[in-house]
């Protein structure tokens, strides 16, 4: 009896990891948007975008290098910008000054925030052994500059941890923690048999180990130390992709999960209200307030992420590559709790992070491929 327990327990567990990696879930082409086609400019990894006016700002983050080879080096991204990018799509690349010259630049999560008549670009960065996990602050000069300004420090313990924030005041933000497990300091190509075990172990089990820090913050120094607290109204599996109405609520994805939380923003946390149940794995979240809509960059295939992952440890991002993921990008209506998916394809960006519309433009980002691509509303 005992032995017919463990063997159904056993195939039970396969059973689940099958449906639930997307195994044999079938994926449908949508091309509301087709004529994808790479930007002009090579911007490997770049994970996120935000808009900026009219304009569309990305960061050459080259993540695959710490996420997929685990091997941080003494190296700094760039910031590109789309200017009016409704009408052109062509990025030009944006001057730092005074960022140090002794601290790594690898830029996940980015925000924009306004505060008086300056406008500042708030950027999670994996700086590992070369300045640890930390959050950089720049001021935009104008279109093609940025000044750096300051450098948020989290704890140690956040190591490689980090995903997504949002800044909701002047001495307040929420970040979202993506991995349950600390990365060691030299990167994750340290990681070992057991680290390896345990985060597949959430991946496949959907283990709730992660969530959203609640952190205070002021800018009177150029580093900055944050008392920073866990939001104890949800835990997460992976705990991702985070936006706002510039008002009081927030959504949260839950990668693994295929849900987004939408909560409430109050004095001494976040309370939730409810949540959104999608077809696929979640990645970056996008508030559309005009049309009241969420845009969803989502994996349909969540093994692939694994696979791309083993891909990248031994091959470069590269325009000539053959190598292919799905891909699909989802709408979410706020005044009808509808969800429509507008772009669904295993023929362009490989490992999608975010997506935006642009007046009939959808521009898709990724962690895992050389540049952004844009594609073309089909008329």
Known sequence: MKKHLIIALILG?????????????????????????????????????????????????????????????LKQASFYIIKNANQESKPIEMKINGFPSNIAFYPHGLHLWKQNS?????????????????????????????????SI???QQYTGTLKDLIVVSNDRFFITK????????????????????????????KFQKTNILDCSFDMKSI?????????????????????????????????LRKTIYQFKILEEGLVKENSIKLPHQIDNINYDKINQKLII??????????????????????????????????EYSLTTNQTKIIYQSNQYIRGISNALIMQGKLYLSSWADIAPMVCYKYE
């Open 13 to 73: 567990s396969i059973f689940h990891i099958v449906v639930d990696l997307d195994f044999i879930k079938q994926v449908q082409k949508v091309e509301n948007y087709s004529g994808c086609e790479y930007l002009n400019l090579d911007i490997p990894g770049a994970e996120d975008i935000i808009q900026y006016e009219n304009h569309l700002i990305f960061a050459s983050g080259d993540l695959a290098e710490i996420i997929a080879k685990g091997t941080p080096q």
């Open 153 to 155: 420090i989290m704890e």
């Open 297 to 330: 960059a989502m994996n349909p295939k969540a093994y692939q992420t694994i696979l791309l992952h083993q891909h990248l440890k031994s091959n470069d991002l590269s325009r000539e590559s053959t190598y292919t993921t799905w891909s699909s990008v989802g």
């Open 178 to 205: 993506l991995m349950p497990y600390t990365d060691p300091i030299e990167g994750r190509s340290k990681w070992g048999i057991g680290m390896n075990i345990k985060n597949f172990g959430v991946l496949a089990l």
């Open 223 to 255: 580093q900055i130390i944050p008392n920073c607290h866990p939001v104890s109204t949800q835990l997460f599996s992976w705990a991702g992709g985070i936006t706002w109405d510039q008002d009081k609520t927030v959504w949260v994805g839950d990668n």
């Open 118 to 150: 300056d406008n500042y670009i708030f950027a999670v960065n994996h700086a590992y052994i070369y300045g640890g996990e930390r959050v950089e602050i720049f001021r935009i000069v104008d279109d093609l500059h940025l000044e750096y300004e300051h």
